[in-house]
């Protein structure tokens, strides 16, 4: 039974990212829900904002989220699903609603772990599907909102993390500057993240 950590950020190295989201909150609630779980960044790819009628809302939220900023980490957007790309040597970790998928609780998280969900209506593209080394699924009656499912798997990562040791942390080191080479490579991606839901 693994000993629950008091770090956040000790023990791996993570980022998460949304598939053609079409609703820019979740993807600020993503973005603070991984700064808040020890991330490195997270990503969308092939968002669609400005067709959503949560977009009228944007000004308003990104005025409040200003006057009383909150942590974050870097965003990357990248183009579509295909164009997407990630560190050298991160697991690709899909979380979908699949036949084979595997239940969350049961799941042994990649110490370094990339994951993705799928858009807010609709399945996780093949791009992502066909690279993934693990599908996951919440065992749910219905799909969750997004940020909510999002939510879920980083704490399952947070319970299911060991209390590191020497190695552990020697390995963390070597991830995250694997994670800063890889954004420094990137920082033509990088946008701003965009607000969270308020709360």
Known sequence: MSTPIEDPVAGGCFAIGLDRSSKPFNAGTLNRLAAAHGGS???TAGADWQASRHWRFWEEAAAA????????????????????????????????????????????HPSRAIYVLGP??????????????????????????????????LFDRLRSRERPGPVQ?????RAEATMAAFLDAHRSLMEPPPPPYAD
């Open 120 to 153: 807010e209506r609709g399945m996780l593209a093949p791009e992502f599907l066909d690279r993934a080394a693990h599908v996951v699924k919440i065992p749910m009656r219905f799909s969750l909102n997004v940020a909510m499912a999002a939510s879920l798997v």
């Open 41 to 43: 960044y997270t990503f």
């Open 169 to 173: 942390k020697l390995n963390r080191r």
């Open 65 to 108: 989220e200003a006057a009383a900023p909150r942590p974050t980490v870097p965003h990357l957007a990248f183009e579509t699903p295909a164009a997407t790309v990630f560190p050298e040597g991160f697991t690709l970790v899909a979380v979908e609603l699949t036949p084979d998928a595997v239940d969350l609780p049961s799941f042994r």
